[in-house]
């Protein structure tokens, strides 16, 4: 995402966070966007620019698969990019 970042320059990049339904609501949204932030981070660290970024935690309330499975928990907890201005 880096490289990509870096070729288009006039993007904005939104990362969101995500979990899976486990725990508590209020410490899957902060998990969530640390989740995100650490994503900012990194990017930021190769050389995009932090202005372009903003990280954002969803907690639990978008999942792409069952929560009731462990696969499916796994494929909840992600981050997402939110690519705008291309």
Not at 23 to 39: H, I, P, W, Y
Request: proline share 2%; hydrophobic share 35%.
């Amino acid at each position: 995402m880096a490289d990509t970042a870096g070729k288009y320059t006039a993007a904005r990049i939104r990362v969101d966070g995500h979990t899976d339904s486990r725990g508590k609501r209020d410490m899957n949204l902060q998990l969530s966007r640390q989740r995100a932030e650490a994503v900012v981070r990194y990017l930021t660290d190769k050389g995009v620019a932090a202005a372009r970024l903003t990280a954002e935690g969803l907690g639990p309330d978008k999942p792409v698969g069952s929560n009731k499975t462990a696969a499916g928990r796994e494929r909840n907890r992600r981050t997402q990019f939110k690519v705008q201005g291309l």
